[in-house]
């Protein structure tokens, strides 16, 4: 697969969301659950739902009961998401295992799984800045500045996915290799986060 088959994952999975466009209902993943693309297409629907999540928090008239269940609501949404990108680096750890890492190879900023879930956030900002660059209800200022973003939007996408490319090919030839460092999100462990041990 090259990085345009999996932004045409997201691209689908940020589309199919919004055919119900609401947060609670269920995902309807077409691919095999074995599959890498099922975990692409999951992922990209939990970056979907998060996004909504974040709009309707920001409601300014909203109960601050349903703001707390919210924010617990994003947190664990947060946590799936990052569970989900380790899944992605252990795809690829496996993938080029077998890889002769060269004398000279170099060590990338971040692993493919991190680009693939700037990739999936991408993907959502794509769709909906061509939303609002197209709303009718909107005035023709507010249409032309989100076009000009738009534009932006998509030249980030192609240079994104030519940098993802150009990574896994690299990793492939042994000229770049990966660590996987696993996120230690202390605030979510009882035993980092001070509030929480104090509890215990």
């Known amino acids: ?36 693309e099922h975990t692409l297409y999951a992922k990209n629907h939990i970056d979907a739902v998060q996004w909504h999540l974040e709009d309707i928090i920001r409601d300014p008239a909203i109960d601050p009961v349903e703001a707390l269940a919210l924010k617990r609501r994003i947190d664990k949404s947060n946590q799936d998401r990052t569970d989900m990108v380790e899944e992605f680096d ?27 879930d700037r990739l999936s956030i991408l993907a959502l900002k794509i769709y909906h800045m061509q939303a609002e660059a197209t709303r009718a209800d909107a005035g023709e200022d507010h249409r032309r500045r989100c076009a000009a973003k738009l534009a932006v939007l998509t030249e980030q996408r192609s240079d994104l996915i030519t940098a993802i490319d150009q990574l896994l090919d690299d990793m492939a030839a042994g000229r770049k290799y990966m660590k996987v460092y696993r996120q230690m999100k202390m605030y979510n462990d009882t035993d980092t986060n001070p509030v929480l041990y104090a509890k215990k």
Request: proline share 6%; charged share 20%.
């Open 1 to 36: 697969m090259t990085a345009q088959d999996y932004y045409d994952i997201f691209e689908r999975s940020t589309s199919d969301y919004h055919i119900a466009d609401n947060v609670d209902a269920p995902s309807a993943n077409p691919f095999s659950n074995d599959t890498f």
């Open 90 to 116: 252990t795809y690829f750890r496996n993938k080029f295992a077998r890889v002769t890492v060269l004398p000279e190879a170099t060590i990338n900023t971040e692993s493919p799984a991190w680009a693939l």
